[in-house]
């Protein structure tokens, strides 16, 4: 397909909206406030942030570059760079697909789970109290008709293109989430207990440094910004040529890394507000009830306990999740769609309906078995395969792709980086530290 009739962001803060709207999500609002719960406080927040500045943000301007030389979709883009080994380029760019696809399969159950804590507050504030607690009890039905209403709703953007439904949506919806957010973060404040949270979170307990901690908080850095699966690089496909991708990049790692920080703010506080008011969250030998009890029983117990009032910041708080996690889904589900729409000239609506249908029904495999299924298809695909795909793409920058067309694709949004002190780190960096880190890190246990 001709670069000329391929979708674009229209605008700079389109794209820095649609890219932080993929990597603020989930991750950022429940993974990163459960894993900082679970692994030492501020002890995990310091190996996280390390992990974010010297690994991830180094792989985003990385994908970033390589998706927009490409002008293609992640496979289009290998076989251009690879130019003469396409079975290479088409087997990672499968794989990548295939990762992008099983985390959307788990996360939108989650948020599913998510939409219907979102709707109960308004179905009890109208008095449909028995559907509302239909909408918040574990049931195979409930959880099938809550993985498809979200299903749906990632379907249906992603179905609209990139300029009229993902640009356009993540435009509006971002910014309503981070007003949320700051109404919430104040009035927790308010509450008994909150400070004991604050200093869980900020002061770091540095005996849970453990190898299993640093490779958890590789993959999370990996999961908040979206890499290793195809999404940047998808995403940096449709940034306009004059945009300056080093720069661009520390926009959205800043933006990601800052609304993480901030739900930790609001969810460690939350929790001990919780236990203040008689909720139990930690099992006697100190560990957290289980990863979900923090945002399905925990936030919802300490919601009740504020009456009325409480039930609108359910509904807000639950609203701001569902929309995180929709801007994140749209950008998962883009990558096989974009494949499908590329290499296979299939119709776009037509490739998002069967392949947003095929997750769904792999996502309603997983509500069967939620016990098993969820963590299982989290770890593969987070913690193991994004950072092992990451440092393929380091090696595909480092390695096969010649420098100086590196060079020549950053130079468009920056004629000068050549003189400057990132064009004297960074490829160098890409090439052997990044690889060489993340299987380090794996390592780890063996050492
Ligand atoms: N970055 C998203 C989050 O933090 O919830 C998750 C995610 C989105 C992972 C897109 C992978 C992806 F391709």
Redesign the pocket.
Known sequence: MASSSRGQFTTRLGFILAAAG???????????PTNTAENGGGAFLLIYLAMVVLIAFPMLVAELTIGRYGQSNPIGTLKKIWNGKPVIAIILGVIAMI??SL??SF?SVLAGWLAGHAIAPVLELVSLDSAAKWLVTETLARNMFLTALFSLMTIYVVQRGVADGIEKWSTRLMPVLFILFFVMIAYIFTQDGAVKGLKMYLIPDFSHISPKLIIDAMGQA???????????MVYGSYLKKDANIPKTAGQVAAI?TGV?LTAGLLILPAMTVAQHNGVQIFNDSGELLSSGALVFSVLPNMFETMGTAGLFLAAMFFVLMVI??LT??I??LE?PVSCAQEELNSDRSIATWVIGGAIMLLSFVICANTGTLIDLVALVS?VYM?PLLGAAWAIVLGWVWHRNGVLKELQQGNPEIENGLFWKIWPWYVRFVCPIAIFAIFALPFV
């Open positions: 993929s990597a603020v999500g989930l991750g950022n609002i429940w993974g990163f990762a992008a985390i959307l996360y990996f999961f908040s910004l979206s890499l290793g699966v195809g999404t940047m990601d993480a995180a996690a994140s889904s950008s998962m990558v987070t994004q």
